[in-house]
């Protein structure tokens, strides 16, 4: 069992920065495979990021490729999401989420994760 806790989130201006961050419970968090989705007003939740248990292999949307970087430190059970170059489409409550599994695997379809923070706000305004 995980419980996951996300913080970072506000009100930035096109082409700002935030870094996003959730927090995870638990002693075997090196375990977890990791993600970043987001889910706009009126849309469906969308795959960001991801990130296997060790932090060697990442995965991202084509729409913040070069723009966001997920990172990991297990020691601080500690997962980050940062975006630079921000748009005001980029607008969405974000959520992290965890899936118990070792090994290089990266997860993009959120019904892969078994358990799931309270998600941020993130508005980005023109």
């Known amino acids: 069992q995980v419980q996951l806790v996300e913080s970072g989130g506000g009100l930035v201006q096109a082409g700002g920065s935030l870094r996003l961050s959730c927090a995870a419970s638990g002693r075997t968090f090196s375990s977890y495979a990791m993600g970043w989705f987001r889910q706009a007003p009126g849309k469906e939740r969308e795959f960001v990021a991801a990130?296997?248990?060790?932090?060697?292999?990442?995965y991202y949307a084509d729409s913040v490729k070069g723009r966001f970087t997920i990172s990991r430190a297990n020691a601080k059970n500690t997962v980050y999401l940062q975006m630079n170059g921000l748009k005001p489409e980029d607008t969405a409550v974000y959520y992290c989420?965890?899936?118990?599994?070792?090994?290089?695997?990266?997860?993009?379809?959120?019904?892969?994760?078994?358990?799931w923070g309270q998600g941020t706000q993130v508005t980005v305004s023109s």
């Open positions: 989420a965890a899936r118990y599994l070792s090994g290089t695997y990266v997860l993009s379809v959120d019904y892969e994760y078994d358990y």
């Open positions: 990130i296997s248990w060790s932090g060697g292999s990442t």
